[in-house]
């Protein structure tokens, strides 16, 4: 009896593992309303409609890579949100609770939301596997960039600006080049199923 019934949970699971596709460039991105770590509700899709470009970015309170990261988006965020990008920040890690998200986001200065993706379904709609990892939006939710912010952990050896050249490209009208490059990080630590 116990064999039946782990071969449904597994084709159960397989099942809906299936469900999910990966997502990729000029694919509709799956919208989403979540709580930032103050209470507001972050709606993807009213962002959308009030900016030219929408970064969403799964960031970690813990992973000494996306910690690395920090500053680095923090002048992103500054450099671009007056150009019509917005920035919004999506925590998927079990282990980080809303107050360490909290205090992480107010020590680093963050500008830009960090919103709780509680069981990480967002992450699993998104197929994000790490942290840092970068996904942009044009207005209509279409997925423009995945990705990488840059190509270097160490910000003095940054040969490669991926993220904001993808940006600079996509304000001026310009078709990308590159859409894609591989993100790198520490991995999002799941819920298990």
Do not use: W
Request: aromatic share 8%; net charge negative; proline share 5%.
């Amino acid at each position: 009896m116990k064999y039946i019934v782990a071969l449904v949970l597994a084709f159960s699971l397989c099942a809906f593992a299936g469900e999910l596709k990966p997502l990729n460039v000029g694919d509709p991105a799956p919208s989403f309303a979540l709580k930032n770590y103050d209470g507001k509700e972050i709606d993807l899709k009213s962002m959308l409609k009030d900016h030219k470009l929408a970064v969403v970015m799964f960031i970690s309170t813990q992973c000494p890579v996306s910690n690395g990261y920090n500053d680095r988006m923090e002048k992103l965020c500054e450099a671009y949100s007056g150009k019509g990008v917005e920035f919004i920040g999506v925590n998927a890690n079990k282990a980080e609770d809303i107050q360490a998200i909290a205090d992480h986001a107010k020590e680093h200065g963050f500008k830009f939301p960090v919103v709780k993706d509680v069981a990480n379904k967002i992450a699993d709609q998104y197929d994000a596997q790490v942290t840092p990892e970068i996904f942009v939006l044009n207005p209509e939710g279409k997925l423009v960039y995945h990705g990488r912010i840059d190509d270097s952990r160490n910000p003095d050896k940054v040969g490669s600006h991926d993220l904001a050249d993808a940006l600079d490209k996509l304000l001026a009208g310009k078709e990308l080049s590159v859409t894609t490059t591989k993100a790198f990080g520490c991995s999002i630590k799941r819920m298990t199923p």
